[in-house]
């Protein structure tokens, strides 16, 4: 009973005996190569997280499926929607799986389904109380801009989201890179993954790449999620390999009309 139940967020009700132990303040040293650029990000991510932008945007997933002792990709389908990100939260609408109206709930597609939300790993990231560690790795261009580069690194149960498998969930370990816009300051990409995932769930790990870019929505620019990449392996031999593309963003608005009588 000690133990986290898997399909309950939040902290045990039940406490181990003996003093809680805080996780390390991940102070970044200022003197140190990059050490300057990381606390800028972190100062300029962490106030993105917290204002995060409400958009809709159009979103084509292909999926591709390998089958055990396989060595060839097939097409799984396509899935187009209209999607809606409230902060860090999506929400889809308007399905289409292979130019057909799907009827049912996004979760009730076949298959492994996808990023579900848009700045998830800003927070665990960027965040000096979470347990994640960033290495600086020097600087590079893509794209016509300047990014410097960092390793992340952060343990089992850290501060990145939980891994959902019908009543299972699991918190892996994760490593990765993170690529900052320099001298923004904003994250640009995120290679990252995940794996040590116990055999219990048969899933044994996950790769994905997002990338941002800054879009214009009107008069204003935002820097918004336009590509996305996932590989996804399980314990039987089978992999999903997912391209995901962002266009056509846009505000997301909503209005009440209220009438007294």
């Keep these: 009973m000690l133990r986290a139940v898997p399909f309950r967020e939040g902290k045990n009700l039940l406490k181990r005996p003996g003093p809680e132990v805080s996780p390390p303040f991940q102070a970044a040293d200022l003197n140190a190569p ?9 100062r300029v991510n962490l106030e993105y997280a917290a204002n995060m932008p409400n958009f809709v945007a159009d979103e084509t997933a292909k999926r591709f499926r390998r089958s055990p002792n ?5 097409d799984f389908d396509t ?34 389904k996808w990023y579900e939300g848009f700045g998830a790993e800003i927070i665990p ?11 600086y790795q020097g600087r590079s261009k893509a794209g016509g801009k300047n990014l410097v580069d ?10 990145f989201p939980f891994f959902f498998f019908s009543y299972q969930r699991f918190n892996p370990a994760r490593t990765g890179h993170v690529f900052i816009d320099d001298p923004a300051g904003k994250i640009i990409q995120l290679d990252e993954e ?9 899933f044994s790990g996950r790769e994905e790449h997002i990338s941002w870019d800054y879009v214009k ?3 204003d620019s935002h820097l918004l999620p336009v590509r996305a990449r996932f590989l996804v392996r399980f314990y039987d031999g089978t992999r999903y390999r997912i391209e995901v593309e962002y266009k056509n963003h846009r505000h997301f608005e909503s209005s009440t009309n209220i009438t007294f009588q």
């Design 70 to 74: 396989s060595s060839t990709w097939r």
């Design 150 to 159: 960092y390793l992340f690194s952060t343990p089992v149960d850290g501060c």
């Design 125 to 135: 990231l960027f965040d000096p109380k979470c347990p994640t560690t960033l290495e």
């Design 217 to 219: 929505i009107g008069e």
């Design 194 to 202: 995940a794996s040590g995932f116990p055999t219990e769930i048969e």
């Design 34 to 42: 990059g050490g300057k650029e990381l606390a800028h990000a972190r």
């Design 79 to 112: 899935i187009e929607s209209e999607i809606t990100f409230r902060g860090n939260h999506a929400a889809r609408q308007r399905i289409r799986r292979n130019g057909k109206p799907w009827e049912e709930l996004f979760e009730a597609l076949p298959g492994f």
